[in-house]
């Protein structure tokens, strides 16, 4: 009678035993799933978290065919003065990467304009709303190294400027463009506007590029309006002002000179040829005041089969603004320099594959510019202009409105009057150009 339950217990514990051991395999052997599922894919949760990054840019190469400018020289630095040469005019590489709301980019330029250099060109962090296609309305605040918000040719990228370089005036108050500093951009159905705060020295100055030597700040600002006025004609027009300050460098103190002038060339030093130049004190360094106004105007008109019909014109006024050409120093100069440039363009497309085109720029750094000749003070025409005529071939984008590559002719008729004649007088100094452009965008 014994023996039967003790036999029942047995069976028992050896039923639980196997039980307990069948479980515990089944949970080696999922956490041995597991750790393989892990190793087989362990990046997969961050890859799904990585935001979409975006390359693009594009490489302009030049034959500088002529330039009566050039010569087999070098300059006071050193450097060649030669420009009838083969140059990488621009090669960029951007990156751009989106997480909804928050969007950057980053943008190299490599060129051999000044022997060979890579550098940034562009660097921003955009705060957007709303990010949904097709709103009537948007607003962005963009801040880093940023194209100025003035104009149209200022804002307009090089690979879809019909022109193989921008004008003049454009050259002279905005030289390279881009600057650091803060925008704000929106939009309202037609209406566009843009606001700027930035440093004011550009990364094409010839001062301080890239650089703020004042605490000043420069107010930038264009609105404007952008519509279709019928199937074929859309029109883009705008105004844009510029208020903000120069930097004017000091001196720093000199010593008295003693200096030897051996006027009769014999070699021997007389109480006569010996000469005392004072030193001189310290100046400080000073601010001025400079402003800019502009309106462009660019009327687009499709003409069916043979392409688009664009008519570009814009016009700029200045006061000390001029930071690329002839450096704008009130100061040094002992009064305001009043700067007035312009610019009037026609390109037309001649199917998907041709383009022709004209363009006629004007700038006057100083208005009021004179100079003495003989014991009369006379107006000086310090103004140079550039007629400009343009033929290329273009490789269309099956993806984009863009051209996937272009190949440019242009030939600069310029006029200027930094020569002098045999008199002495002001003249035109040669300086035409003729140039050939190989452009590919990826």
Do not use: C
């Amino acid at each position: 009678m014994t023996s039967r339950p003790r036999s029942l217990r047995a069976l028992l514990f050896l039923a639980g035993t196997a039980l307990l051991f069948e479980s515990g395999r089944a949970a080696a052997a999922g956490a041995v799933d597991d750790e393989n599922a892990a190793r087989a894919e362990p990046h997969e949760p961050i890859v799904a978290k990585l935001p979409r990054v975006r390359f693009s840019g594009f490489t302009q190469v030049d034959w500088v065919a002529m330039n009566q400018n050039s010569q087999e020289e070098l300059d006071v630095r050193g450097q060649p003065q030669n420009q009838e040469r083969f140059v990488l005019r621009r090669a960029r590489l951007r990156a751009d990467v989106d997480r909804g709301l928050i969007t950057g980019g980053l943008e190299l330029d490599a060129n051999t304009v000044s022997g060979p250099q890579v550098r940034p060109i562009a660097a921003e962090v955009t705060a957007r709303w709303p990010v949904k296609r097709g709103s009537p309305y948007d607003f962005a605040l963009t801040m880093g190294l940023i194209q100025t918000p003035f104009g149209a040719e200022v804002q307009e990228l090089d690979y879809v400027r019909p022109f193989l370089e921008r004008s003049a005036v454009s050259n002279a108050f905005f030289p390279g463009v881009y600057d650091l500093g803060m925008r704000f951009r929106g939009r309202y159905r037609f209406l566009h506007y843009a606001f700027g705060l930035m440093n004011g020295d550009p990364i094409g100055d010839k001062s301080f590029p890239g650089r703020d030597p004042n605490k000043s700040k420069d107010l930038v600002f264009r609105v404007g309006v952008k519509t279709d006025v019928t199937r074929r004609i859309d029109v883009d027009m705008g105004f844009s002002g510029l208020s903000g300050s120069g930097f004017h460098a000091g001196t720093p103190t000199t010593k008295d000179q003693l200096v030897w002038r051996d006027t009769n060339e014999d070699g021997i030093v007389d109480t006569t040829e010996i000469q005392v130049i004072p030193g001189t004190a310290a100046t400080p360094s000073q601010t001025f005041r400079r402003f800019g106004v502009g309106a462009d105007l660019k009327v687009r008109v499709n003409v069916g089969r043979l392409g688009h019909l664009t008519l570009r014109g814009e016009i700029m006024r200045g006061n000390n603004l001029d930071r690329g050409l002839f450096i704008a120093d009130p100061i040094s100069t002992g009064h305001d320099l009043r700067e007035t440039g312009y610019y009037v363009g026609l390109s037309q497309e001649v199917t998907r594959y041709g383009l022709l085109g004209v363009r006629y720029d004007r700038y006057d750094p100083d208005s009021d510019a004179s100079e003495q000749q003989g014991l009369t003070l006379v107006p000086r025409d310090r103004s140079v202009s550039t007629f400009a005529m343009l033929a290329g071939l273009r490789l269309p984008n099956e993806h984009s409105p863009l051209s996937a590559g272009r190949l440019l002719f242009e030939y600069d008729r310029n006029y200027n009057a930094l020569g002098r004649g045999t008199n002495g007088t002001p003249t035109t100094l040669a300086s035409d150009t003729a140039i050939l452009r190989a452009e590919i965008t990826y």
